[in-house]
């Protein structure tokens, strides 16, 4: 296409460099066209350099040098930004996904099986001299879930250190613990009143140390969780601003072009335009969809999972409580209170068993996104009512003086509150083993958005920086 007058290169005279202006000395030894005579001395000698290249620079072949470099450099800056930024984005989802969830499942964990353990070890109190291999069996994997779990967190060196205080309190206390209910055991094979002793004494640890403690380092290893889940989602603002410069730019260099040579397309300037925009269109859409991925195994699966676990845990409590109530014989009351206060907490104060109330359940009803998430909490909450009535059944009956009927209405096989307590017990764990499902769903759908765009951030802005300076440089090949 043919080029103005004005724009058409023009050969330097001999002995002149590309682009220099021609003429002859003018005063203070400067050429006419206005080049700078060589300076003397190291300062001088600087200055002038930056002269000529300013001056280069104003030439067409100077500028069009200048602007490739500008352009290639903005490339490969955006690019580098890019996968800095995402780089810790995906390492933050992985770290969701593979280290901080499954630690704050662990925490939770070991806060239900010493919250178990407690609630079998008076049940088998309860059950005498004989006690049932179940729940002796029960009590020995909830122990032994407890102990792995604390061994299993204690090797990890990025716990914090309010998680480490926490696991070895837990560390120190639970073989005391399980000493003091071998004592109560083997009192009560005896038939001596002093098992009720040590059993009280081993159900007060566990309740004002032990379970305090666990529920110190679930909170601590929660809140890694929730700070993963931040840098995860956190928007990447520098890498989205350079690209929409380096953008702009190269519009503005081919506008430039278009204005100074008529050229509608430049193959490589449109090149690198392409790679910048599908580089920025990637990080935006990318990052937005892992973003909402996060956001959903967040919001439907690990605050889900933490009502469902707290639901859990004061539900175990309460059933530690009522038998304990009946281990005291006739002097509960202490155990009733707690007992009302935990039913409190799942249904709320004044329980009038309506969804949408207060409550943990109701909580974990709320957050359920699918009917499968909500079918076994609604049979929780049913059980839960069964499990109430039953009891005061059984608290009447103690109070009348009928201990042993009483007895039967809490241990018993069918029509008793351990039934009731099953179905919610089994209920919950339904409901737990689907929302850790929909969590991991989720949450590896966020992670597989963000895979990739580190590596594909290098690639495109390696492109976009080549096509710029291959473009430019057929533009500078007129000149030669």
Known sequence: MAQSTADRPVAPPDGAAEGEPTGGPGPLGRRSGGAPAAASGGGAGRAGVLRRFRWAAA????????????????????????????????????????????????????????????????????AGGDEPRELRRRYDRDVADASRLLTKAASNSESSPSARRQISKLNQQLPVYTGLVEAARANNRQGLPLGGAYLRHANDKLRTEMLPAARKLYTAETARLNADYAAARAWPWLAMGLGV??????????????????RVVSPGLAGATAASLALLVWLSAGHAVARAQLDTSDVRGARSLQALNAAWIGA?????????????????????RSFRREVAGLVG??????????????????????????????????ALREWDERHAEARERDAGGSYDAALTMVIGEKGSTRESFERV???????????????????????????????????????????????IGRRLAEYR
């Open 59 to 126: 030439t067409e072949p100077g500028g069009l040098r200048l602007t490739a470099a500008v352009l290639a450099v903005a490339a490969v800056l955006f690019g580098a930004v890019a996968c800095w930024q995402m780089a810790q984005r995906a390492e933050a989802a992985d770290g969701v996904v593979e280290r901080s969830q499954p630690l704050s499942a662990d925490a939770a964990k070991v806060h239900r099986a010493l919250a178990d353990a407690g609630t079998t070890a008076s049940a088998g109190f309860l």
């Open 245 to 262: 410069a380096v953008v702009a730019a190269l519009g503005w260099a081919q506008r430039r072009e278009y204005r100074r040579t008529n």
């Open 316 to 336: 175990l409590q309460a059933r530690g409580d009522e038998n304990m109530a009946m281990v005291a014989r006739g002097a509960g009351e202490e155990y009733e």
């Open 349 to 382: 104060k004044a329980p009038d068993w309506r969804e949408g109330t207060a409550g943990r359940l109701n909580e974990a009803l709320r957050l359920a996104d699918d009917e499968r998430g909500r079918k076994p909490v609604r049979a929780v909450r049913k």
């Open 425 to 471: 017990d089994a209920g919950l764990a339904e409901a737990s083993a689907h929302e850790q499902r929909e969590f991991e769903r989720a949450a590896e759908g966020g992670r597989g958005a963000l895979a990739g765009l580190p590596l594909g951030a290098v690639v495109l802005a390696v492109l976009g920086a080549g096509a710029a300076l291959w473009g």
